[in-house]
């Protein structure tokens, strides 16, 4: 949270946070990223319904078949992301994930058409409140509740304080 503060204070200073900081912030791209690996709201892609026979890593799909890809497991396999269940910004640093293990907002034709615009959003929300304020978590760690979107069972409960450094 300290590191993630300094690296806004930074670059954007007292005044607004706009989105031509962004690329200079590349801690606050991978909390935003990280968040989105573990808890990606949308947990899982609609069903597909295979319009012909097909093979997929080897794996044999016939027509008519349902596919299903879920984030929430993929994005949690240590084959992609060592310790996967641990929170760490900084694994998106020096590297990027391996195409279609990460995507939380889905892949390929029917990717996010909102994806450039959410993530400009998000991050700029979380800049502006983090550079001042500090989350202090009054309750356990969220629990998953999946309904159409991913959200914490009873939500979040947390008292803020104003960051002093
Ligand atoms: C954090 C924010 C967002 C997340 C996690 C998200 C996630 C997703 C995902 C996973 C899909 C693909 C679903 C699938 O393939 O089954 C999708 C599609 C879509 N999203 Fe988003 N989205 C976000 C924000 C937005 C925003 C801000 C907009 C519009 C401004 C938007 C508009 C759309 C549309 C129109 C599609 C359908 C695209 C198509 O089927 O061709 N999304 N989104």
Request: proline share 11%.
């Amino acid at each position: 949270m300290k590191a993630l503060r300094q690296e806004i204070v930074a670059v954007c200073g007292t005044g607004p946070v706009a989105a031509n900081h962004l690329p200079a912030m590349p801690l606050l791209s991978g909390t935003v990223r990280e968040v989105l690996r573990l808890y990606p709201p949308a947990y899982t892609m609609f069903l597909r319904r295979a319009v012909r026979d097909v093979t997929i890593a080897g794996l044999p799909v016939r027509r008519g078949d349902v596919v299903q890809v879920v984030p929430w497991i993929t994005q949690r396999d240590a084959r992609w992301f060592p310790n996967p269940e641990s929170f760490d910004p900084r694994r998106w640093l020096d590297s990027d994930h391996q195409p279609f293990t990460y995507f939380p907002f889905g892949a390929g034709p029917r990717v996010c058409i909102g994806q450039t615009f959410g993530l400009m959003e998000v991050s700029i929300a979380i800049a502006t409140v983090v550079r001042t304020w500090t989350p202090h978590p009054e309750s356990a760690d969220p629990v998953p509740e999946a309904r159409f979107s991913l959200r914490p069972r009873g939500g979040l409960r947390q008292r803020w304080t104003r960051a002093v450094d």
